[in-house]
């Protein structure tokens, strides 16, 4: 059973920083495209970044600058560095990925389950 695995969230005052981590559990084939998505209360969920298979990113204006994702394909994980925090970055984070399982699979897609950023003082 894959699944994706999402890690790093928490407390932080504004201007403070913290790494999201998402990890792809069980045997994959292959990790491709992933997205970080956050949701905050009464909004929709919006995406926040992205990263294809050759490492090329795209951000959310509201966050380009201070928001970094990369990738570890050797430990199916997908990391978003965010600094400079502030209130307004207060969301529940989700990862989204396609994979692949084995390499005749059709490509999933799958969320995490998501974590919890709260920016405040």
């Known amino acids: 059973q894959v699944q994706l695995v999402e890690s790093g969230g928490g407390l932080v005052q504004p201007g403070g920083s913290l790494r999201l981590s998402c990890t792809a559990s069980?045997?994959?084939?292959?990790?491709?495209?992933v997205g970080w998505y956050r949701q905050a209360p009464g909004k929709q969920r919006e995406l926040v970044a992205n990263?294809?298979?050759?490492?090329?990113?795209n951000y959310a204006d509201s966050v380009k600058g201070r928001f970094t994702t990369s990738r570890d394909n050797a430990k199916n994980t997908v990391y978003l560095q965010m600094n400079s925090l502030k209130p307004e970055d207060t969301a529940v984070y989700y990862c989204?990925?396609?994979?692949?399982?084995?390499?005749?699979?059709?490509?999933?897609?799958?969320w995490g389950q998501g974590t919890q950023v709260t920016v405040s003082s």
């Open positions: 990263i294809a298979s050759d490492s090329s990113t």
């Open positions: 069980g045997t994959i084939f292959a990790l491709y495209h």
């Open positions: 989204n990925a396609q994979l692949r399982i084995i390499a005749t699979s059709p490509v999933g897609d799958y």
